[in-house]
């Protein structure tokens, strides 16, 4: 009985100094100089494909840093922070369009956010014979403590790239005011054959005038998957 107990504190003291080893602290990195490394690994790797476990391991570290260096994220700042316009430069997110779906451009996914809620993503998409297509999701959104919830609500496109220093408020106006002028409603499919009425619950991990960092379940799988935003009133 005596070397089984001490045995089982042997193992309860090596699995605790493994967990302690884990534990992730705080450094003493500047927010600035964190900021500049988010941006710097997300830019140089928006689109590369082959190391995505890799880089998402050095953005959550770099996530967590400047969360622990950084006021909670609230409502508050979501209000103050998220409403504008914003450019992915980096995400894990599958790809959960039908095989044969057009391929996405990574470079180019933008989001405009308003005040009341209402949002609109933007993605341009390859077709096989090369053409180049933009598609606009409008949704709508809540946020409760610094969980920011999305429903996905209609789909439009325009048969055509986004352009170098188009205004994404103006894009996304054309679509809030039903004006269609750009962009066409175009039919997407209902969830979850499609991406119309698909919900989602963003844990936002650090957002303030610059970048926004969140991580949210991948709708189909669970999985969970980050998404880095830096702010952009254009397209570049």
């Not at 830019?43 to 998402?56: I, L, Y």
């Amino acid at each position: 009985m005596g070397s089984f107990i001490a045995k089982a504190v042997l193992i309860f003291a090596v699995n605790l100094a493994a967990m302690t080893a884990l534990a992730k602290t705080c450094d003493g990195q500047t927010v600035t100089d964190l900021e500049k490394q988010v941006l710097s690994l997300a830019k140089a790797n928006t689109s590369n494909t082959t190391s995505v476990p890799e880089v998402r391991i050095q953005l959550d570290e770099l996530a967590f840093q400047l969360a622990c260096k950084s006021q909670p994220v609230t409502e508050d700042t979501w209000v103050q922070y998220s409403p504008g316009s914003w450019r992915q430069i980096w995400s894990d997110e599958a790809d959960n369009s039908p095989a044969g779906s057009p391929q996405r451009d990574l470079e180019k996914i933008f989001q405009i956010v308003i005040a009341q809620g209402r949002a609109v993503n933007f993605g341009v998409r390859i077709l096989p014979n090369g053409q180049r297509l933009t598609f606009a999701l409008e949704a709508k959104g809540t946020v409760l403590d610094n969980v920011q919830t999305t429903e996905i609500l209609n789909g439009f496109v325009r048969n055509e790239d986004l352009k170098s220093g188009e205004i994404l408020a103006t894009l996304a106006e054309d679509i809030f005011s039903g004006t269609f002028a750009i962009f066409k409603p175009v039919q997407l499919g209902v969830f979850p054959k499609g991406p119309i009425g698909a919900k989602s619950d963003l844990t936002i991990i650090y957002l303030n005038d610059k970048i926004k960092i969140g991580t949210a379940p991948n709708v189909y799988t669970g999985k969970s998957e980050m998404f880095v935003l830096e702010r952009m009133s254009a397209v570049p």
